[in-house]
């Protein structure tokens, strides 16, 4: 009985403390589907496209090769963390991105069209130390962290306005990161299907 009690005990000691240490924004759920959401990308041009996602390691990221008028089933969550897709003609032009990014479950499968991709826009972190992105929150936060980036990486994001996304200094740990001074906040061109931006070019 001792044997069988005590690590009984531990595991109830290890939920009890990731529930308590949880941060604020993370899915610490123990089903990790309770977040995910279905969306419907539907190509409303008249051309074939080819949708990739790329919020995921290369090996296992979703590509699909979508005919006009036809549409393809994405997978996102609802807890504010973003999930990029970028849109590419067959001769592999980039048309635009989509983040899919919610911060609360939609009441219906959601449907974006192809022919409104936002721009995909490249963050490179061409400083010295590393940093936060941030994209801006629709609901009772400001700003929720998409990605740290160490000095020389970069990330691919989909804006669709300006101050949309903020880079700050990242404080702490790098299992807890929070951000610190304010470095600036990422342009949106208006035109082209996509931009690049360094984090020494933002202006707060």
């Known amino acids: 009985m001792f044997l069988v009690g005590v690590p009984f005990a531990l595991l109830l000691g290890v939920a ?8 604020k924004g993370a899915d610490c759920s123990i089903d990790p589907t309770e977040h995910s959401v279905a969306v419907r990308i539907l190509n409303d041009t008249s051309q074939t496209v080819v949708v990739d996602q ?4 290369p090996e296992s990221c979703e590509h699909e090769v979508v005919a006009a008028g036809s549409s393809v089933e994405a997978g996102t969550v609802d807890d504010g963390a973003e999930n990029l897709y970028r849109i590419s003609d067959p001769r592999a032009k980039v048309l635009g991105c989509f983040p ?5 479950r939609p009441s219906a499968e959601p449907t974006v069209r192809v022919s409104l ?14 940093v936060l992105v941030e ?57 082209g299907s996509t931009g690049s931006t360094s984090v020494s070019a933002l202006t707060p």
């Not at 009890?16 to 941060?23: I, K, S």
């Not at 790329?54 to 390691?57: D, E, V």
């Not at 740990?173 to 949106?188: D, E, I, R, T, Y």
């Open 16 to 23: 009890v403390f990731a529930q308590v240490t949880c941060p």
């Open 54 to 57: 790329m919020s995921c390691p």
């Open 100 to 104: 899919l990014l919610y911060f609360r």
């Open 117 to 130: 991709a936002n721009q995909c826009l490249t963050i490179t972190n061409d400083t010295k130390r590393k």
């Open 135 to 191: 994209v801006r929150c629709g609901m009772d936060c400001v700003f929720e962290q998409v990605g740290a980036l160490d000095p020389g990486d970069a990330i691919v994001v989909g804006a669709s306005s300006a101050h949309q996304y903020r880079v700050s200094v990242a404080n702490g740990p790098s299992f807890w990161l929070s951000p610190g001074a304010v470095l600036g906040f990422v342009p949106k061109s208006i035109e």
